[in-house]
Protein backbone atom coordinates (compact mmCIF):
# COMPACT_ATOMS: atom_id res chain seq x y z
CA UNK A 1 0.00 0.00 0.00
CA UNK A 2 1.26 3.49 -1.15
CA UNK A 3 0.86 4.97 2.71
CA UNK A 4 -0.63 3.69 5.10
CA UNK A 5 -2.73 6.14 6.90
CA UNK A 6 -3.00 5.19 10.23
CA UNK A 7 -2.65 8.93 10.85
CA UNK A 8 -5.42 9.95 13.12
CA UNK A 9 -4.26 7.71 15.48
CA UNK A 10 -0.81 8.70 15.06
CA UNK A 11 1.93 8.14 17.48
CA UNK A 12 4.61 11.19 17.61
CA UNK A 13 7.51 10.06 16.74
CA UNK A 14 9.54 13.00 16.41
CA UNK A 15 10.16 15.48 13.81
CA UNK A 16 10.30 15.89 10.43
CA UNK A 17 12.00 13.20 8.80
CA UNK A 18 15.05 15.18 6.81
CA UNK A 19 13.95 14.06 3.68
CA UNK A 20 13.23 17.96 2.86
CA UNK A 21 15.87 20.91 2.27
CA UNK A 22 14.32 24.28 3.44
CA UNK A 23 15.06 27.61 1.28
CA UNK A 24 13.21 31.07 1.84
CA UNK A 25 11.88 32.31 4.59
CA UNK A 26 8.03 33.66 5.39
CA UNK A 27 5.90 33.13 2.62
CA UNK A 28 8.51 32.70 0.21
CA UNK A 29 10.00 29.31 1.98
CA UNK A 30 9.69 25.92 0.31
CA UNK A 31 10.88 22.55 0.58
CA UNK A 32 12.43 20.05 -1.39
CA UNK A 33 13.05 16.93 -1.67
CA UNK A 34 16.27 15.99 -1.55
CA UNK A 35 16.23 12.69 -3.12
CA UNK A 36 13.15 13.52 -5.92
CA UNK A 37 13.98 16.90 -5.95
CA UNK A 38 10.18 17.78 -5.96
CA UNK A 39 9.19 20.86 -4.16
CA UNK A 40 6.18 22.28 -2.03
CA UNK A 41 5.60 25.46 -0.53
CA UNK A 42 6.18 25.39 3.49
CA UNK A 43 2.53 24.68 4.78
CA UNK A 44 1.23 28.05 6.13
CA UNK A 45 -0.47 26.62 9.07
CA UNK A 46 2.97 25.52 10.52
CA UNK A 47 2.87 29.04 12.05
CA UNK A 48 -0.13 28.98 14.04
CA UNK A 49 -0.46 27.72 17.67
CA UNK A 50 -0.62 24.00 17.50
CA UNK A 51 0.59 22.79 14.54
CA UNK A 52 3.75 20.73 14.35
CA UNK A 53 5.70 18.25 11.78
CA UNK A 54 5.22 14.82 12.81
CA UNK A 55 7.47 11.58 11.91
CA UNK A 56 5.57 8.47 9.67
CA UNK A 57 7.96 6.17 8.03
CA UNK A 58 5.38 6.25 4.44
CA UNK A 59 5.72 10.12 4.34
CA UNK A 60 7.61 12.34 3.11
CA UNK A 61 5.49 15.02 5.63
CA UNK A 62 3.17 14.93 8.59
CA UNK A 63 1.86 18.18 9.94
CA UNK A 64 -1.04 17.59 12.69
CA UNK A 65 -3.12 19.73 15.33
CA UNK A 66 -4.36 18.26 18.78
CA UNK A 67 -7.87 18.75 17.88
CA UNK A 68 -7.06 16.40 15.30
CA UNK A 69 -6.48 18.21 11.72
CA UNK A 70 -3.75 16.36 9.88
CA UNK A 71 -2.11 17.33 6.31
CA UNK A 72 0.11 14.71 5.04
CA UNK A 73 2.10 14.53 1.89
CA UNK A 74 3.89 11.00 0.13
CA UNK A 75 5.33 9.97 -2.74
CA UNK A 76 5.95 6.67 -4.18
CA UNK A 77 8.05 6.19 -7.18
CA UNK A 78 7.46 2.88 -8.57
CA UNK A 79 6.87 0.87 -11.89
CA UNK A 80 3.31 0.78 -12.59
CA UNK A 81 0.35 0.82 -14.72
CA UNK A 82 -1.98 1.80 -12.45
CA UNK A 83 -4.43 4.54 -13.60
CA UNK A 84 -5.94 7.68 -11.45
CA UNK A 85 -8.96 5.68 -10.51
CA UNK A 86 -7.09 2.27 -9.17
CA UNK A 87 -4.46 4.51 -7.40
CA UNK A 88 -7.05 7.10 -5.53
CA UNK A 89 -9.28 3.68 -4.54
CA UNK A 90 -5.42 1.84 -2.78
CA UNK A 91 -5.50 5.77 -0.96
CA UNK A 92 -8.88 5.84 -0.15
CA UNK A 93 -8.53 1.78 1.25
CA UNK A 94 -5.45 2.94 2.81
CA UNK A 95 -7.27 5.44 4.68
CA UNK A 96 -10.12 3.75 5.62
CA UNK A 97 -12.46 6.06 3.92
CA UNK A 98 -16.34 5.83 2.06
CA UNK A 99 -15.71 7.59 -0.90
CA UNK A 100 -18.40 10.18 -1.21
CA UNK A 101 -18.92 10.79 -4.92
CA UNK A 102 -16.52 10.49 -8.57
CA UNK A 103 -14.01 12.87 -7.72
CA UNK A 104 -12.27 16.04 -9.23
CA UNK A 105 -10.30 15.49 -12.11
CA UNK A 106 -7.11 18.32 -12.32
CA UNK A 107 -3.61 19.25 -13.19
CA UNK A 108 -0.35 20.66 -11.35
CA UNK A 109 2.92 20.99 -12.77
CA UNK A 110 1.81 19.08 -15.98
CA UNK A 111 0.82 15.90 -14.26
CA UNK A 112 -2.72 14.83 -14.00
CA UNK A 113 -4.72 14.54 -10.72
CA UNK A 114 -7.55 13.02 -9.33
CA UNK A 115 -8.90 14.98 -5.89
CA UNK A 116 -11.58 13.04 -3.73
CA UNK A 117 -13.57 13.51 -0.31
CA UNK A 118 -14.13 10.73 1.92
CA UNK A 119 -15.75 9.79 5.32
CA UNK A 120 -14.12 8.12 8.18
CA UNK A 121 -16.31 6.09 11.16
CA UNK A 122 -15.24 4.86 14.07
CA UNK A 123 -14.29 4.78 17.19
CA UNK A 124 -17.46 7.28 17.91
CA UNK A 125 -15.49 9.95 15.13
CA UNK A 126 -16.17 11.23 11.96
CA UNK A 127 -13.66 12.07 10.14
CA UNK A 128 -14.10 14.03 7.25
CA UNK A 129 -10.72 13.53 4.41
CA UNK A 130 -10.31 15.09 0.87
CA UNK A 131 -7.14 13.79 -0.90
CA UNK A 132 -5.39 14.58 -3.90
CA UNK A 133 -3.28 12.62 -6.06
CA UNK A 134 -0.77 13.04 -9.32
CA UNK A 135 0.31 10.83 -10.99
CA UNK A 136 3.74 11.65 -13.05
CA UNK A 137 5.29 8.95 -15.27
CA UNK A 138 7.42 7.72 -12.43
CA UNK A 139 6.23 8.72 -9.50
CA UNK A 140 2.81 9.04 -7.56
CA UNK A 141 2.14 12.20 -4.77
CA UNK A 142 -0.58 11.71 -2.71
CA UNK A 143 -1.96 14.49 -0.29
CA UNK A 144 -3.89 14.11 2.64
CA UNK A 145 -6.49 16.31 4.75
CA UNK A 146 -8.15 14.69 8.08
CA UNK A 147 -10.35 17.39 9.84
CA UNK A 148 -12.43 16.11 12.69
CA UNK A 149 -15.60 17.84 11.18
CA UNK A 150 -16.91 18.85 8.00
CA UNK A 151 -16.80 22.39 9.46
CA UNK A 152 -13.37 22.24 10.77
CA UNK A 153 -12.70 20.50 6.75
CA UNK A 154 -14.16 23.62 5.12
CA UNK A 155 -11.85 25.92 7.24
CA UNK A 156 -8.58 24.60 6.34
CA UNK A 157 -9.36 23.55 2.71
CA UNK A 158 -8.06 26.51 0.90
CA UNK A 159 -5.15 26.86 2.00
CA UNK A 160 -4.86 22.78 1.75
CA UNK A 161 -5.31 23.48 -1.80
CA UNK A 162 -2.91 26.54 -1.57
CA UNK A 163 -0.06 24.18 -0.48
CA UNK A 164 -0.82 21.21 -2.91
CA UNK A 165 -1.18 23.61 -5.74
CA UNK A 166 2.65 24.92 -4.99
CA UNK A 167 3.81 21.54 -6.08
CA UNK A 168 6.93 21.81 -8.64
CA UNK A 169 7.63 18.53 -10.02
CA UNK A 170 11.80 17.25 -9.76
CA UNK A 171 14.43 16.10 -12.40
CA UNK A 172 12.46 12.29 -12.46
CA UNK A 173 9.38 13.63 -13.82
CA UNK A 174 10.99 15.93 -16.23
CA UNK A 175 9.18 15.72 -19.83
CA UNK A 176 12.88 15.12 -21.13
CA UNK A 177 13.60 12.04 -18.39
CA UNK A 178 10.44 9.86 -19.10
CA UNK A 179 7.06 10.11 -21.16
CA UNK A 180 4.15 11.02 -20.01
CA UNK A 181 2.07 8.30 -17.77
CA UNK A 182 -0.45 6.09 -19.80
CA UNK A 183 -4.52 7.03 -20.36
CA UNK A 184 -6.75 5.87 -17.81
CA UNK A 185 -7.11 2.13 -17.89
CA UNK A 186 -4.36 1.50 -21.17
CA UNK A 187 -1.31 -0.28 -20.55
CA UNK A 188 2.24 1.44 -22.17
CA UNK A 189 3.01 -0.64 -25.59
CA UNK A 190 5.69 -3.41 -24.68
CA UNK A 191 9.16 -2.89 -25.53
CA UNK A 192 10.16 -3.76 -29.04
CA UNK A 193 6.84 -3.29 -30.32
CA UNK A 194 6.21 -1.01 -32.79
CA UNK A 195 3.94 0.60 -30.88
Known sequence: MRIALAIPFLVVLGACS?????SGTGAEAR???RELGYEIAYPDVLSEPGWS???LAEADLVISHPEGSIWALASTCRASNAGLRVLTGE?????GGHVLGPGISLQQAGLEGLSQRLERVGEGRRLQIKTVTLRGAR???DWVLIAPSPGRLSALERRFDEWWGSFERG???SPAEG?????EGSLPPAEGSDG
Not at 18 to 22: K, N, Q
Not at 91 to 95: F, I, N, P, Q, W
Not at 179 to 183: D, H, N, Q, T, V
Request: hydrophobic letters at 35%; aromatic letters at 12%; a positive charge.
Open 171 to 173: PKE
Open 53 to 55: IQR
Open 91 to 95: LARAT
Open 18 to 22: GVFLM
Open 31 to 33: FRH
Open 179 to 183: SPPPA
Open 139 to 141: CTY
